[in-house]
């Protein structure tokens, strides 16, 4: 048995009884009039999540999976593809991105990992090496990857995920950066819910009406092409996806295991959700929406994961953005939870 396997056998049902435990106690709690709505949602999904009915601030950790994609050369993106090693090495060298502030502000350690750039990155320091090959073939003409790569980049994952949760890690925040990626998570969600390419594709980072059309005509290809079975997570990630979609599954169904919860962020990251779905039903209790992207298709992919984003602030960037702002939104959840119960046991003391 595999670590993929092993792994998917390992995730259980979110504990209900920490969660009874932590809502009645929130409804016992005063807190001045009414209640504080979305704010007990979070605490009594982490409760169910850690098993604890009194869960503590969590360590969070956050994974910006990055890899290139072979349909670029359809000309689907507005940025080159050097865009990817820019990014990545902004992500590790000079810690001046958005990704990085945003880690920062949240209070997150973050880790950056190769998953397939299409450049040699063995000499960029902080970066983890786990290249499976130099980008994903062209899915408008053929399959991104092998079967067998498409389980080595979601085991890649779980590997990270493992390690960070053996190391005290409750919290993770996943993002990733991929030139073009946004075209295989139009066809991800369009194969899984049965969507045309009209339905499912945006402009990913602002791209003209001229390059729009053309990259609905290349998704409605690359799904023609490939048929990827919605009833096959290995299937859909294997034909469609890319090296960074695997490892962000990876990270979701990882923590899982490991009684810890995901925030996802964005269009690319609710792809990899629906991945994990398809691999693990369950494991869409141990996920958590954070914002909204303006691509188009993004409500309604949440809303098919039963899902509903946090936070609604325009954003049209994956890097874990809207993620780390939801952390801090669940710690704040935490905070007043236990300062209340704490106030609550002085005056009963």
Not at 83 to 103: L, R, S
Not at 241 to 262: D, K, P, S
Not at 290 to 314: C, M, R
Request: with cysteine.
């Amino acid at each position: 048995m595999g670590l993929l396997d092993e792994t998917l056998n390992q995730i259980q049902p979110l504990d209900e009884e920490a969660m009874e435990k932590a809502a009645f106690r929130w409804k016992n709690l005063y807190t001045g009039m009414g209640d504080l709505g979305k704010m007990e949602t979070m605490v009594t999904q982490f409760a169910g999540v850690t098993g604890e009915a009194m869960p503590a601030i969590p360590k969070c950790c956050t994974v910006i999976a990055c890899s290139d994609h072979g349909v670029y050369a359809e000309g689907v993106s507005a940025y080159p593809q050097s865009t990817t090693v820019g990014m990545t090495k902004a992500y590790v060298e000079t810690k001046g991105a958005a990704a990085n502030a945003m880690a920062y502000y949240a209070r997150s350690d973050m880790v950056v990992v190769d998953m397939g750039i299409n450049a040699d990155m063995s000499g960029v320091p902080n970066l983890l090496d786990r290249k499976i090959a130099w980008g994903t073939k062209n899915i408008a003409q053929g399959p991104a990857m092998t079967r067998l790569e498409a389980i080595r980049s979601i085991e890649t994952g779980i590997e990270i995920a493992d390690e960070k949760a053996r190391e005290g890690y409750r919290v993770f925040t996943i993002g990733e950066m991929g030139i073009s990626n946004t075209t295989s998570s139009a066809c991800i969600l369009g194969a899984f819910n049965h969507w045309n390419a009209i339905e499912v594709t945006g402009r990913g980072t602002n791209i003209s009406d001229e390059r729009l059309r053309h990259k609905i005509d290349v998704v409605q290809r690359a799904m023609d092409v490939n048929h990827p079975d919605p009833n096959d997570g290995l299937d859909v990630l294997s034909k469609v996806g890319g090296f960074e979609y695997g490892c962000m599954t990876g990270v979701i169904l990882g923590a899982a295991a490991n009684h810890a919860l995901t925030i996802i962020d964005g269009f690319n990251t609710t792809a990899s959700a629906f991945i994990a779905k398809a691999l693990c039903p369950e494991v869409v209790h141990y996920l958590m929406a954070s914002h909204l992207s303006l691509e188009q298709a993004h409500k309604k992919s949440l809303a098919a994961l039963g899902l509903t984003e946090y936070i609604d602030l325009d954003f049209r960037l994956g890097e874990a953005i809207g993620a780390g702002i939801q952390t801090r939104m669940l710690d704040y959840a935490l905070s007043v939870y236990r300062e209340c119960a704490a106030k609550e046991e002085e005056v009963k003391a």
